[in-house]
C-alpha cells in the first residue's frame, strides 16, 4: 500500500481542483476580484498542467454577493473565451431555493458543456435537493455537502463542530437518500484542522483527517474535498487502507458466493446473500477506481 500511496502523491495528486472565489478567497475590492478572475482564466486557456478536472466557485447567488458572482463568472468566461477545458464545472455555493440554480443555468446558456454543481450546505437546500438538481437543467454533476455553514445553520458551535457530527451524518444520509435515483455523486466536507506547524501538530491533524476520511466511507461517501495540500496525503492513505485491510475477506464472500451460484452462503458466522453481495460488488468497484487496489488484482481475489 505505501507503495502506491508514494506514486499517486508523486504523480496525480490532485485530481479535481476548484479555482475558488467564495470563503476560501474571501472579501476583496472589485478591482482586485476583477483581475484575479481574468488572471485565472488565462492561466487555465494556456491548460498547462491543469488537474484532469477542473472549475470554478462563485459566490452565492443570493443576497448582497449575487451581482458580484455574476460578474466574475462573466468576467472569467470572457477571459477563457474558447478555451474551455473538457468537463469544466461552476460550483455554487450557500444555495438556500431552486431560484439561485435557476439563474446559474441561464447564465451557462451560452456553455453547453459547463456542469453545474451544488452546494448542499443549508436547511433549505437540504429539504428541496431534488428540486436543485432539477433546476441545473441537466448540468448537475455532483452535490457537495458544506458542513460548517450547514453545522452554524443548525445552531451547532464552533465548540461542537466537526464532520463526524450527528448532524452531519443526517445530512449525508438525506443527501444520499435523495441522490439515490439520479445519479448524482456526494461529495464529503472538509476537515478544518490543517496539518501545518510543529510535527506533532501535523500528525494529530492528519489522523483527524484520516478519521472523518474513513468515517465518510463507512457511510458510503467515497469522494471529498480538502483546503490544504498536506490533507492528500492523510485522504490517500485513509481511503487506500480502508480499501486494503478489507480486500482479502471481501474477496472470499464475494468468491464464496458465486462458487454457490449465488445462493446464500456463509463463512463463519458471516452470512451473504444477493442483497450483502452488491456491497461486495460495489466494494471492488469503489477499490479499483479509488487505485487502492488493480484490476487484476480485483478479479485474481474473486475469482
Request: proline share 4%; net charge negative; hydrophobic share 40%.
Amino acid at each position: 500500500m505505501e507503495e502506491k500511496l508514494r506514486y499517486k502523491l508523486q504523480i496525480d495528486p490532485v485530481e479535481d481542483f476548484r479555482i475558488d472565489f467564495e470563503d476560501g478567497y474571501g472579501i476583496r475590492s472589485n478591482e482586485e476580484e476583477d483581475h484575479h478572475a481574468k488572471q485565472a482564466a488565462s492561466v487555465v486557456a494556456t491548460g498547462d498542467e491543469l488537474p484532469q478536472r477542473i472549475g470554478i466557485r462563485i459566490r452565492a447567488l443570493s443576497g448582497a454577493t449575487e451581482e458580484r458572482a455574476k460578474r466574475t463568472l462573466h468576467l472569467f468566461l470572457e477571459e477563457l473565451g474558447q478555451h474551455i477545458p473538457a468537463g469544466f464545472v461552476v460550483t455554487l455555493p450557500k444555495i438556500t431555493s431552486a431560484h439561485e440554480v435557476s439563474q446559474l443555468a441561464e447564465l451557462l446558456r451560452p456553455y453547453p458543456g459547463i456542469g453545474i454543481e451544488i452546494m448542499i450546505e443549508t436547511p433549505q437546500a437540504m429539504r428541496e435537493i431534488q428540486q436543485l438538481v432539477y433546476a441545473c437543467e441537466g448540468r448537475c454533476i455532483g452535490a457537495h455537502f458544506g458542513a460548517y455553514d450547514y453545522m452554524a445553520s443548525c445552531g451547532i458551535t464552533s465548540a461542537g463542530q466537526t464532520l463526524r457530527h450527528p448532524a452531519c451524518d443526517f445530512a449525508r444520509f438525506t443527501m444520499q437518500m435523495q441522490l439515490a435515483d439520479l445519479g448524482i455523486p456526494i461529495a464529503d466536507g472538509v476537515t478544518n484542522l490543517l496539518p501545518s506547524g510543529e510535527t506533532s501538530t501535523v500528525h494529530a491533524a492528519w489522523k483527524d483527517h484520516a478519521d472523518c476520511v474513513h468515517h465518510a466511507l463507512t457511510c458510503g461517501i467515497y469522494q471529498g474535498w480538502d483546503i490544504h495540500p498536506a490533507q492528500l496525503v492523510s485522504r490517500y492513505a485513509a481511503v487506500y487502507s480502508f480499501f486494503a485491510r478489507n480486500t482479502i475477506v471481501t474477496g472470499q464472500r464475494l468468491k464464496n458466493f458465486l462458487a454457490q451460484e449465488q445462493q446464500a452462503t456463509r463463512i463463519g458466522s458471516q452470512f451473504d446473500d444477493a442483497a450483502t453481495v452488491e456491497g461486495l460488488k460495489n466494494f471492488f468497484e469503489r477499490a479499483v477506481q479509488c487505485g487502492a487496489i488493480t484490476s487484476a488484482e480485483a478479479e485474481q481475489l474473486t475469482r
